[in-house]
């Protein structure tokens, strides 16, 4: 016997695993949120602290005790009760005691003691990480129109690595960010940052000193994101093309399945169906390909940060090592050199002070032969 058509559709909202902890199957974002806010109560999804009178009664009736066990419970239970000190001298909630035995003061204090570590270690990497936690947990916005509002979809997503980029390194995430379900595809892609994005087209050897026109960003506009046999295309700018439609012509020449087409500017992530832990594919600049894998579909809590305003919001970025000089093995690399007398290797990496100082005399005029490109190393992103 078949299932009721609205039971049916139910399950299709509901992620479901299609390999255990890998992906699930297919799910529309949009009916997996309205399917919440439709089990779920008000209450459930709102900011508002709940009344505490309001809580005891519900938390005693879900318990099923009475009110004089409902009373004894909030005096042994008390914070009152849990102090560690003498009531006629107040504590610094800043000072752990040395050797605490309360459980959450020993937890406090080996967190306090790790934050010390990476102050003496000073590994910035970490302390910029524990300050992107720190800065936004929480956070509520200035003005109410910036809220976010209630009943939002928070979609955790993890963009990697280039598929070309240097062995091993693809299977990182270089990102993890937090967009919501009304942000449209073009806002993932302008969050997305990427060292070719950032490359200078040509040669500058007879006038380093010259400013470039544009960076590749300016120039190669066009891009494109693939969910479940759609092509999003980045549509926003007259000098934007249909990148995709050389794979879809080529797809229908060898029978695959068709693929459909749509503007990521005008695609929000409710509109969507996806596999969470699925790998999909982000690609610009012709054929810098990032893996992006949706790594969970949420409700907005009311300790998320609630200023829309800072969405895409990162929550974490990889430090990777930069390529320093060549020469000084101090300062990071800004050029790129071929045919280069005096370089130790060739292509060879300078910082802008070596550069200058090998292949230019006083008067600023070019020595030798050489070949230079302005070069932004991948490590700038750290």
């Excluded at 139910?10 to 309205?34: A, L, M, Q, W």
């Excluded at 999909?280 to 579909?297: F, P, R």
Aim: aromatic share 12%; with cysteine; charged share 25%.
């Amino acid at each position: 016997m078949a299932a009721p058509k609205a039971f049916a559709d139910c399950e299709t909202n509901i992620p479901d695993y299609e390999y255990t902890d890998v992906n699930t199957k297919v799910f529309h974002i949009g009916s997996f949120r309205n399917e919440w806010l439709s089990r779920l109560n008000p209450e459930d999804v709102s900011y508002e602290q709940e009344d505490e009178d309001a809580f005891d009664a519900n938390f005693a009736k879900d318990m099923g005790i009475g009110a004089e066990t409902m009373s004894e419970l909030k005096s042994v239970c008390s914070i009152d009760s849990l102090r560690c000190h003498p009531e006629d001298q107040p504590p610094d909630m800043e000072v752990v005691p040395p050797d605490p035995t309360l459980k959450t003061l020993i937890q406090r204090k080996k967190r306090q003691d790790y934050k010390a570590t990476l102050k003496r270690t000073k590994n910035r990497h970490d302390l910029y990480a524990n300050e992107l936690e720190r800065s936004t947990l929480g956070r509520t916005p200035e003005t109410v129109s910036d809220m976010v509002p209630e009943g939002e979809i928070i979609l955790t997503i993890n963009v990697y690595y280039p598929a070309t980029y240097d062995k091993f390194t693809y299977v990182r995430p270089h990102a993890t960010l937090l967009m919501m379900g009304s942000h449209s595809l073009a806002k993932l892609r302008d969050a997305i940052c990427c060292v070719r994005d950032l490359q200078v087209c040509g040669e500058f050897s007879n006038n380093p000193d010259m400013a470039p026109d544009f960076v590749s960003k300016d120039h190669y506009k066009s891009a494109f994101f693939f969910f479940e046999g759609v092509f999003y295309n980045d549509m926003r700018f007259p000098e934007c093309q249909d990148i995709s439609m050389t794979t879809i012509e080529w797809a229908k020449s060898r029978n695959f399945p068709p693929y459909s087409q749509a503007k990521m500017e005008d695609t929000q992530f409710v509109d969507l169906k996806v596999k969470v832990g699925f790998p999909y594919l982000y690609c610009h600049q012709g054929d810098c390909e990032h893996l992006v894998i949706i790594t969970d579909v949420r409700l907005v809590h009311k300790n998320d940060c609630l200023d829309k305003k800072l969405y895409p919001l990162l929550t974490h970025k990889h430090r990777i090592v930069i390529q320093k000089c060549a020469v000084c093995h101090l300062f990071i690399s800004r050029w790129l050199t071929t045919n280069d007398q005096f370089a130790p290797s060739h292509p060879c990496l300078y910082c802008d002070k070596c550069f200058r100082m090998l292949h230019y005399d006083d008067q600023g005029s070019k020595l030798g032969d050489f070949l230079a490109y302005p070069y932004v190393d991948p490590g700038a992103f750290n």
